[in-house]
C-alpha cells in the first residue's frame, strides 16, 4: 500500500478573512505550510506516491508543490470544477491498492506503515483513524432517576474518540459510495456492519480548522 490522497479543496470558511487570499493548507505553521508538514510526513515514512484534490485557489498549491520532486515525492493533481466532497474525489482515483486518505488540515504523528498493516490485518473495507479528546465540564454533572438524586459528578473531565480525519479505503468500498459530492463519512456509514477498522492514534493530533487551533499549533512550534 503506497498511495496517498490527500483532500486540500476546501474553502476554510471558519478562517476567513486570512484564507480569503491564501488557501488553507497553504497556512503557514512554523517554516512550513500546513499541507507541507503533512506531505513530509508520509515521504519520511516512504509514502511517495501522492495525490492532492484541489478546488479552491488549487492553482496556488499546484504552483508550491509543481511535481513533488522538491519534497521527495510523485505529486499528482485532481482539480475539482466543482467540489466533491471529502469522498467524491475517491471516486475519480484509479484502481489499485488501498488508498491513505488524509485531510489537509489536520497535523499529527501517524505511523503509517502500522496504520497500513492494521487495516491489511483487519481484512475491513476501510480504516478510521480517531484520536482522544477531552472536555471538562464546568458545572456539576447531576444525574437523577425517577425524579431522585442519583450523583452529583463535580465538573467532570469527558472523554471521547473522534474522527482524526485520516482513513484508509479499499477498492472495494466504492462499490458502496453515494452520489458526489459526499463527505467521506457518508462513504464509511454506507459499509456493511462490521467493515470499518479502528486505528487510535496515541501521539498528538491537532485540527486546523478553527482560530485557536492554529494558535495552538504556531505556539507549539515556536517552542
Given at each position: ?16 478573512p ?6 488553507k ?9 500546513i ?13 511517495t506516491?501522492?495525490?492532492l ?14 511535481d513533488?520532486?522538491?519534497?521527495g515525492?510523485?505529486i499528482?493533481?485532481?482539480?475539482e470544477?466543482?467540489?466533491?466532497g471529502?469522498?467524491?474525489a ?8 488501498p ?26 473495507l ?25 450523583e452529583?459528578?463535580e465538573?467532570p ?29 457518508d462513504?464509511l456509514?454506507?459499509?456493511?456492519p ?12 491537532l485540527?486546523l480548522?478553527?482560530f ?12
Amino acid at each position: 500500500m503506497t498511495r496517498v490522497l490527500i483532500m486540500a479543496g476546501g474553502k476554510g470558511l471558519r478562517l476567513h478573512p486570512i484564507t480569503c487570499k491564501t488557501p488553507k493548507p497553504m497556512l503557514r505553521v512554523g517554516a512550513k505550510p500546513i499541507i507541507r508538514t503533512i506531505v513530509d510526513g508520509f515521504v519520511s515514512q516512504g509514502f511517495t506516491d501522492i495525490t492532492l484534490a484541489l478546488n479552491y485557489k488549487a492553482e496556488l498549491i499546484q504552483e508550491y508543490f509543481g511535481d513533488g520532486s522538491g519534497c521527495g515525492a510523485s505529486i499528482r493533481y485532481l482539480v475539482e470544477d466543482e467540489p466533491q466532497g471529502t469522498g467524491g474525489a475517491l471516486l475519480f482515483m484509479p484502481e489499485g491498492d488501498p488508498i491513505i486518505v488524509s485531510n489537509a488540515d489536520v497535523l499529527t504523528k501517524v505511523d503509517y506503515q502500522a496504520l497500513a498493516k492494521s487495516h491489511e490485518q483487519s481484512g475491513c473495507l476501510a480504516t478510521l483513524c480517531v484520536a482522544l479528546h477531552q472536555q471538562q465540564i464546568h458545572f456539576g454533572v447531576v444525574s437523577s432517576e425517577n425524579d431522585r438524586l442519583v450523583e452529583i459528578r463535580e465538573k467532570p473531565i469527558e472523554s471521547f474518540h473522534v474522527n482524526a480525519g485520516i482513513y484508509v479505503v479499499s477498492p472495494g468500498a466504492s462499490a458502496y459510495a453515494p452520489a458526489p459530492p459526499f463527505p467521506i463519512t457518508d462513504l464509511l456509514m454506507a459499509l456493511p456492519p462490521r467493515a470499518v477498522n479502528i486505528f487510535p492514534i496515541e501521539d498528538y493530533w491537532l485540527d486546523l480548522g478553527r482560530f485557536e487551533d492554529l494558535g495552538r499549533a504556531v505556539a507549539m512550534v515556536a517552542e
